[in-house]
């Protein structure tokens, strides 16, 4: 029994359509899983989670101090508290939720990305972060700090 050539093309194409689609469904269940832990495992309440080791051994927040309860608070749609808790990962977040739709967006329409991100945009990111570790440590900035 033979297929049409129409029909096999069409099954070939459905097929790895589907298989494009496999990274970003695993990226998304992950990040659902996560999240929802965070969700449901409160961080605000001590011993659920282990302190941050750079806090615990220097007594300083590092960039991803706060984090874990800026998420906790995104998860329960509180964006001020989020904020208060860390606002760098309140951005990162928004950052990431948008490169992911694009990237999902490409791997669907099989569109593939011609290019790589700028290094001036990588070595800005990395001046972000650590502009952001110093800053929130000195007297005077604390609202950077996790509250």
Excluded: K, Q
């Excluded at 300083?60 to 904020?83: D, K, N, Y």
């Excluded at 990588?122 to 929130?136: D, E, P, S, T």
Aim: net charge positive.
């Amino acid at each position: 029994m033979s297929i049409g050539a129409g029909r096999a093309r069409l099954l070939l194409e459905t097929s790895s359509g589907s298989r494009r689609m496999v990274a970003p469904v695993a990226v998304a269940a992950a990040a659902a899983g996560v999240v929802t832990t965070i969700a449901l495992i409160d961080p605000n309440i001590e011993g659920h989670y282990p302190t941050c080791p750079w806090l615990a051994l220097t007594g300083t927040f590092c960039p991803g101090c706060g984090s874990l309860r800026a998420i906790h608070a995104l998860a329960h749609a509180e964006l001020g508290v989020a904020m208060a808790r860390n606002p760098l990962t309140v951005i990162a977040v928004g950052w990431l939720v948008l490169w992911f739709g694009l990237w999902t967006w490409r791997r669907l329409t099989g569109r593939v990305r011609t290019t790589m991100a700028p290094a001036w945009l990588l070595h800005g990111i990395l001046v972000v972060i650590l502009g952001y570790w110093v800053l929130r440590n000195i007297p005077g900035w604390t609202f950077l700090s996790p509250a």
